[in-house]
């Protein structure tokens, strides 16, 4: 703790405010600054004649007026060491040599570390980069000069200073034409090294630091000076939930202030994430990423006078002021308080909830959304009486869906506290049933704030307990969907995943000829192929009718599989199937409960068959001493993985969660399912029959378009490869494990002594049979079935 300092006769109790901060903004901007560099290089790599094209007509445009370039080449090569000579020269006598230090760090920085890149390169490491950044000729990759004048410009933060700024970079702009009038320089290594500089210097300002511009507390108490306030006494308390600073601060007629102050370098503090939720988002529940300082005192102190005027028990507003360019005050008048998380829950009786929810209706009459209506937001003064803080999260002229947000936010926090049932029957009693009905739709985890979700993560049943209690009330009410996510983290692993597997099979259809692989394949085999595949949607429709007491036509439930092809498109290969026939059963007249419990059923005994016949085919194939496929070893190391993604799946509590939870859901009634199974010995031959099939009937199709292209391999062998690549396509989020079923077959094979471009051209013959052929009857059965109702 500092020694107390004072301002005139008032002292202020305060840490020490340190001399020099890291600023999350620089971390940012370096960051971005990373992103831009690989964007930049990768978009160079893909238009790589587009800017041949462009470097010849600027060498074309420099060589009309050989004059200009002239003067460039002088004018630049001079001024680019005389502009940061004259900055530096500037702040010394301003007594601001620290920055000048800070320049001169990220400029030794940027000339070694642009050498050594440059040699990296040079040396032959990434030769396509090195040809994009040299032009196949002997210059520098990175222009070491240019490198360390941006790092340095960047490091001493010359964008501040607009004339400065606007000579540096007209000074820069002249030295590249000049390189590059020169041909020592390319279009692709001038912007590249550009931004190396500037990564640099971002990372120069993070690592060292810059210097504190917070004002201390003195000129917190100065600033209320003018505003007519009387200090005596001013203590620095705990920042608040967004890490602005508060003081309490005590006047001369004996009340008191609460002091929030907002510092400008704190106004990127959680930019990721604000950015993340409003791209992930719906445009209505978002808020803005990032406001300036006037914005965001503005902001406050608007919703804290709209408060006052709704009624609401907020503190009042008494003040508000900038302090300096670096920071603002909004002083707030005092009141001894404790917030609701302080408060036991035993405490918290019917009246208090009945004051919580009368205090935000007289928010939500005048459109007023507080937004963060958590523990550490609503308080009970000494009277007991409700006070609501934290006004800065608020919005005024708020539309429907936030105001429901607010209610669907205070019925779970409440419900956290003293269980769904009382707190839906206080809100309904001040509320309305009917609010509560609007409201239960934004009843989603993703709506509510952080510290609601981590609390829900232990109390999974909180959610539906406070939906069942609102249906309760309003049994009949019909409310609209309301979707706030544009897109869930899985569709975007789903995307990426699916990109990847795009490049995987253009890359191995590059390597053959589509045309010769279609003409030269013995159509004999091939037919052998398309039967197979075939036979096997007849497979699935008897492995599904077999864990299904109930009666399903035969013809009706193939079509059902064809169709479950065409949703793979859009699906994982583990998915679309699963989803598509428990639709079917339900469609049917079956329990859902039971349509879940029979896909699950058959799913189980899919994966036991899948795991006996990989370890009986693995055994046989491994004790064939004549080939030298030996997946007896291969088994030991599939069996190594598999028990080492076992033991990483139950020792993260996370994933083990997740796991079981999902496990659970799908497994839940299997055992009973299957006891109405073995009841019937039809039917356990038909599932039993119809599972072994489908294995069987996938790896004669791939046996076959292997022997279509004219070479021999065991039947044992191919099983191993099928079923192990099953395992890895099941488990790949992309649509039908595109791309990871295509890499895992060609490698199999080629380690079964398969050449490569065999190899190839059998795996793509093979999916061309089995997962593209089928879409177009997929879809066709698909159509087919929704109309009929089916589906």
Known sequence: ????????????????????????????????????????????????QTLIGLEADVKEGAEL????????????????????????VERVFHRDGLRVAEGLIAAIVGMAGS?????????????????LLTGNRLIEPLNTLLTSVIAYSTAVRISRRPTWRMLMWTTIALYILALFSGRQITIPSAIVTVLVGMAIGYATLYGVGSPNTRPPGNAVVAALRKLSFSPVSARRVEDDHQGSRRYAI???????????????????????????????????????????????????????????????????LLGTSEIGTEAALLAYEHIETRPLDEVPDDEIDDELLAQIWEQVELLQI???????????????????????????SGEVAAGDLLLRLDVAQLLTYLSLRVGPERS??????????????AAMPLLQQIALTRETRAALGKAKHVLPGIREHIVALKPQSKVEEVRLERFRPRTLITIIASAVAAYIVLSQLSQVDVYHVLTTANWAWSGLALVASFASFVAAALMLRGFVPEH??????????????????????????????????????????????????SQLIMLVFHI???????????????????????????????????????????????????????????????????????KMVEACVGTLMITIMFVLCLDACIAAFGHEISFTAVAVVFLTANAIGSAAPTPGGLGAVELALVGGLVLAGVPKELATSAVLLYRLLTFWLPVLPGWAAFTYLQRHEAL
């Open 1 to 48: 703790m500092a020694e107390p300092r004072a301002d005139d006769d008032v002292y202020v109790v305060e840490p020490l405010l340190p001399h020099r901060l890291r600023r999350p903004s620089d971390l940012l901007r370096f960051f971005a600054t990373l992103i831009v560099l690989g964007a930049v290089i990768l978009l160079a790599l893909v238009a790589k």
């Open 65 to 88: 007026v050989p004059l200009l370039s002239r003067i460039a080449a002088f004018l630049g090569g001079a001024a680019v060491l005389i502009v940061p000579v004259a900055f530096a």
């Open 115 to 131: 050498f050594l890149l440059g040699q990296w390169l040079v040396g032959g490491n990434v030769n396509d980069l090195r040809v």
């Open 250 to 316: 005590g006047l001369k007629d004996g009340s008191s202030l609460d002091v929030t102050v907002l510092d400008r370098d704190r106004q990127v503090a959680g930019l990721p994430y604000r950015l993340w939720r409003r791209i992930r988002l719906n445009s209505e529940t978002r808020r803005r990423a990032i406001r300036s300082l006037r914005a965001e005192l503005e902001r406050e102190a608007l919703m804290a006078y709209a408060a006052q005027a709704a009624g609401a028990s907020t503190p009042r």
């Open 366 to 392: 005048q459109r007023l959304a507080h937004r963060r209506l958590t523990g550490d937001s609503i308080h009970l003064d000494r009277a007991g009486r409700v006070v609501l803080t934290d006004a800065r």
């Open 424 to 437: 839906v029957r206080a809100a309904a009693d001040v509320m309305g049933p009917d609010a509560l009905a």
């Open 552 to 601: 399903l036509p035969l013809w009706r439930t193939v079509l059902v599989q064809f169709a479950s092809s065409f949703v793979k498109l859009v699906a994982p290969a583990a998915v679309g199937g699963v989803a598509i026939n428990t639709r079917y059963l339900q469609k049917r007249g079956i329990h859902p409960a039971s349509a879940v419990a029979s896909v699950g059923a």
């Open 612 to 682: 006996s016949l990989l370890a009986l085919f693995a055994y046989i194939t491994g004790s064939t001493t004549p080939t030298s496929f030996t997946p007896s070893r291969g088994l030991v190391l599939v069996m190594l993985a598999v028990a080492v993604l076992v033991v990483a799946v139950l020792g993260v509590p996370p994933l083990r969660r997740l796991v079981t939870s999902r496990l659970r859901k799908l497994f839940s009634n299997v055992l009973p399912r299957l006891l109405d199974v073995l009841q019937s010995p039809r």
